[in-house]
């Protein structure tokens, strides 16, 4: 036989009851976060959230304001009414007992049950009581009979009421009290003054039932919260179709608005109407139109542009073929010709040299304008390409008196790149940081973490202005004209080489400050089709950030 421990039991048993709650709280916060995000996304549903919630606030109000007057209102007709019979009762009682004069008459019973017959007679309602009672005396002379209850003026919470009445002010006083007579408990309407006889009070209570009135304040009630309910319903229903005749043409211009970012020119919205919602439509489709018209015509203006280029710069080959046959022949014979025409032969040469790189570039523009440029990209020790360059750069650095420090890693490097174009944009920002170093050192750094490889070229010339990190890369961009035309260059090289990063996945970003040179990195991701989220170097210089921070730290 096997023994189940009993503590296992009860464990199984409230197990079901923790994960209830548990539940119940996971559906909670489901809910709660599906109406966070309807009420951040969707117009309609706070528009009618909002008029359902100021609707349900008006309605409350107003339902409990209807509600309250009603009540009060037959309260206090029911009032009215009471004391009337009250005082009549009142002032009868007092004819038929003017002759009794001593506290003990014998007769005083008799009358008082006779006096209280006629007064029952005139209410005309069978539920209501009428009490007359002798002050010191016993409470047993009332009239009818209560079998359930002989002295309900006894019960405690109509003694403040017994006090009123014999008190030393008199006067009509009532009490609205809950009493268990004939028909179990029930409000009743107890109203009472005092009749003097024989120089002794005597006590007139009248007890008239509530429940007439009880259920017409109930059944008012419940007909005000129902009209209530279904107006609120009602408005809510209305928000909601009203809202509806207004979002809708939002939504749709829209959606129009996104296949129009999407490329999709030829999207319109529906005219219906002449109504404000309908000029809107109007209005936005014109927009189109003209937005349609301007961009065909720039992309057709950018089109005759790149080909213009491309066929130009095709053109002006053949040309050039021929007078740079002419120009090498002066150029090697010009220690034969006088000073003038072997300087003349030699700017000649250099010229040649600067239109046939203009040319270079202006051709491989047109192919990344026209979407031609490929990648023959090849696992790549980037460290020989870093050490190439600056090499090849080593005569212009000379000339510049500019230091060339090269910082890569001990090992290899290896990533998927075009070693021909990474080369290019290295030399690019090795040349530009070469000729605007103030013949300050130039600091070429490679670096390579397990997503991506970069390299940064940092300067300490003349730097960048606020602004200028982005325009650098601006075609035929210069930041000192006058002084680019004495070191030449075509304006191009940067441009050239943000094509070919974005060509790679990678990014090439400039930062730079006045005084203090300038800095650009180029990141490229180790595998080919790889997204960079990050880069091993900082844009940044450490030197820079270090300036930066003592001078916050030197601030007051």
Known sequence: MVRIDPIILRARRLRPRRILPQAVSRRGRRLWAVLRRLWRRSLQFRVV????SLSAALVLAFSYTVASLISNGVLQNKIDQTKILVDNGAAYATRELTGF???????LPSALSTVETQLYGSIGNQDSQVVMLRRGGSLKAFWPPTPRNPNVMDDPQLHDLRNLVVGAKSGTYQQIATLDINNGPQKYLVMGTPVAVGGYPIELYYII??????????FTGAVVTGTGIALVALLALIAAMMTRLVVTPVRVAARTAQRLSAGLLDQRMVVRGEDDLARLAAAFNQMAANLQRQI???EEMSRLQRRFTSDVSHELRTPLTTVRMAADLLFASREDFDPAAARSAELL??????????????LEISRFDAGFAALDAEPTDLVPVVRRVTDQLGSLAERCKVALQVVVPDGEVIAEVDPRRVERVLRNLVGNAVEHGEGKPVIVTLAVDSAAVAVTVRDHGVGLKPGEEKLVFNRFWRADPSRARQTGGTGLGLSISLEDARLHGGWLEAWGAPGKGAQFRLTLPARGGDRLVSSPLRLVPDDARADEAALIGEMP
Not at 209 to 218: G, I, K, R, S, Y
């Open 296 to 298: 065909v015509r720039l």
């Open 349 to 362: 040469q250099a010229e040649l040299d600067r239109f046939e790189s203009l040319l270079t570039d202006l």
């Open 209 to 218: 039932p509530l429940h007439a009135e009880d259920e017409l304040v109930q």
């Open 101 to 107: 004069t001593q506290r003990d008459d014998p007769g």
């Open 49 to 52: 959230g909002i008029t359902l």
